[in-house]
């Protein structure tokens, strides 16, 4: 069976950091394209990061461009998501998807594969 989970998420101070984990099976992790997406209270899910197959190639959000740094072990099928300098605004539920491409994939409709989310949580 595919899945991917998600761990790491937590209650955090403004300004802190998380580092989040997605580790997968059921599928050839190093093939594809992997990505966080989030989803706020009350909001639609959004676009965080991604990375291509091998690690070469990322693309970030706007609102995380330079805070947040996405990464991958492909030995350990296991991508992460370092968040710096964490601020109220991203306060959400944390999803990491596997994309059906093996390219940077930015819009939810080019992954198959989600996981359950983590919450966090950054207090002011």
């Known amino acids: 069976q595919v899945q991917v989970i998600e761990s790491g998420g937590g209650l955090v101070q403004a300004g802190g950091s998380l580092r989040l984990s997605c580790a997968a099976s059921?599928?050839?992790?190093?093939?594809?394209?992997m990505g966080w997406f989030r989803r706020a209270p009350g909001k639609e899910r959004e676009f965080v990061a991604t990375?291509?197959?091998?690690?070469?190639?990322?693309a970030y959000a706007a609102s995380v461009k330079g805070r947040f740094t996405i990464s991958r072990d492909n030995a350990k099928k296991t991508v992460y998501l370092q968040m710096n300098s964490l601020k109220p605004e991203d306060t959400a539920v944390y999803f990491c998807?596997?994309?059906?491409?093996?390219?940077?994939?930015?819009?939810?409709?080019?992954?198959?594969?989600w996981g359950q989310g983590t919450q966090v949580t950054v207090s002011s």
């Open positions: 059921g599928r050839t992790f190093s093939n594809y394209a």
């Open positions: 998807a596997a994309a059906s491409t093996s390219w940077v994939a930015t819009t939810s409709v080019l992954y198959d594969q």
């Open positions: 990375i291509n197959w091998n690690g070469g190639s990322t």
